[in-house]
Every structure is written in structure tokens, then in C-alpha cells.
T-cell receptor, first 113, second 112 residues
Framework: NAGVTQTPKFRVLKTGQSMTLLCAQD?????MYWYRQDPGMGLRLIHY???????AKGEVPDGYNVSRLKKQNFLLGLESAAPSQTSVYFC????????????FGEGSRLTVL | DAKTTQPTSMDCAEGRAANLPCNHS???????VYWYRQIHSQGPQYIIH???NNETNEMASLIITEDRKSSTLILPHATLRDTAVYYC?????????????FGQGTELSVKP
């Protein structure tokens, strides 16, 4: 049981380049989330999804787009990367029940030069 | 969702109980208290949650005051592997999307 898998784990981009982070979960969870974590900080919610075909903005959505075309996948896109988007990105999923815990992936470290 | 206040850092001797406090004085009746931890930049890990009553599982105990304005996470016999950042989070019962809003957390260092 893989749980939540993030791809890629490391990536270096130049300013202005685009890329997509893939999150895949095999637990049949309804809800999925993308967070970012900057050095010495807590996690901040970028976008989330409460089901296939739905997405919603979190605390820091600017500069990112997301898609949830399949229930098991949640994609995070950067159309034009900026150095301020250098961060570690975490994906999570949950059952969607009222007290359902979040299961996190291992993180994707992105550096924008 | 109500905000929480935690100490920035704490130390604990290996084998002793680690008591991590959290203040959530603005908590409302439909909000749960959750605890997660993050070990060395790994993805956060769920520990425990509670509403009113004290809770215990294989990892920890959660003590919530009667007025629910504060809580304490107890790791009964801390080990070096419990060194991590611990996050106390308050989440509404019907929070849209079940999302968690993280604060800065408490950096717990367990020392030999």
C-alpha cells in the first residue's frame, strides 16, 4: 500500500519555466490537498479538492493551478515559476469524513533559480 | 477555524513524559483539537484528536481542559525518535473540505 505518492521528489527550474507536480493516492480518498512549506515555517494550504472534478483555493493560491480529473490524482501546476515559489510541496489526502485524518506524501522539493 | 498558540520549542529527557501545551482560547463548540507531528521535513503525521473528553491512543494522550480553551499533548515515554515539530490545530466540525490550517508548531527535542 503506497499511500500518497508525489512526483517528482526534486526539481530545479529557471524563472519563467512551467512544471506540474503529480500527487497520486491509492486509498480511494475523496479529499486531496496541496501545501507548501518554506524554511522554518508551518505548512500553508495552496489548493484543495473535495472530489473528482472539483477544486478550491486555500490560503496561498496565487501563481498555482490545480486539476483533479481522476479521483486518485491531484495535479499542481506552476505556469511561470518565480523564485518565491522555491519551497517544499506536500500533498495530502483524506476520507472526507468529518474527523478524517490527513495522510501526507513525502514532499517535493522545488528550487526556482 | 480558531487559532492556536504553542511554545516555539521545548526539550525533554529521553524516557520522561513530554507535555506539549496548546492554547486555543477562541475555540467554539463545534471545533475539534488535532495534533500532528513532522519529523525532519517528512510529511506531517497524524497523532490524535479530541472534542471535549480526554483521548488516548497508542501514540499519545490528549488532555483538554474543561473550558476547552487549552489542551496538552502527552508523550508518556519520549524517545529520540519523537524529536519533531508538533502542530496543534483546531478544525471546525463542518470545515469546508476538511482542511487543516497549520501554525508554527512546537519543536520538541528529546535528549539522551
Amino acid at each position: 500500500n503506497a499511500g500518497v505518492t508525489q512526483t517528482p521528489k526534486f526539481r530545479v527550474l529557471k524563472t519563467g519555466q512551467s512544471m506540474t507536480l503529480l500527487c497520486a493516492q491509492d486509498m480511494n480518498h475523496e479529499y486531496m490537498y496541496w501545501y507548501r512549506q518554506d524554511p522554518g515555517m508551518g505548512l500553508r494550504l495552496i489548493h484543495y479538492s473535495v472530489g473528482e472534478g472539483t477544486t478550491a483555493k486555500g490560503e496561498v493560491p496565487d501563481g498555482y493551478n490545480v486539476s483533479r480529473l481522476k479521483k486518485q490524482n491531484f495535479l499542481l501546476g506552476l505556469e511561470s515559476a518565480a523564485p518565491s515559489q522555491t519551497s517544499v510541496y506536500f500533498c495530502a489526502s483524506s476520507t472526507g469524513t468529518i474527523t478524517g485524518e490527513l495522510f501526507f506524501g513525502e514532499g517535493s522539493r522545488l528550487t526556482v533559480l | 477555524d480558531a487559532k492556536t498558540t504553542q511554545p516555539t520549542s521545548m526539550d525533554c529527557a529521553e524516557g520522561r513524559a513530554a507535555n506539549l501545551p496548546c492554547n486555543h482560547s477562541t475555540i467554539s463548540g463545534n471545533e475539534y483539537v488535532y495534533w500532528y507531528r513532522q519529523i525532519h521535513s517528512q510529511g506531517p503525521q497524524y497523532i490524535i484528536h479530541g472534542l471535549k473528553n480526554n483521548e488516548t491512543n497508542e501514540m499519545a494522550s490528549l488532555i483538554i481542559t474543561e473550558d476547552r480553551k487549552s489542551s496538552t499533548l502527552i508523550l508518556p515515554h519520549a524517545t529520540l525518535r519523537d524529536t519533531a515539530v508538533y502542530y496543534c490545530i483546531v478544525r471546525a466540525l463542518r470545515n469546508q473540505g476538511g482542511k487543516l490550517i497549520f501554525g508554527q508548531g512546537t519543536e520538541l527535542s528529546v535528549k539522551p
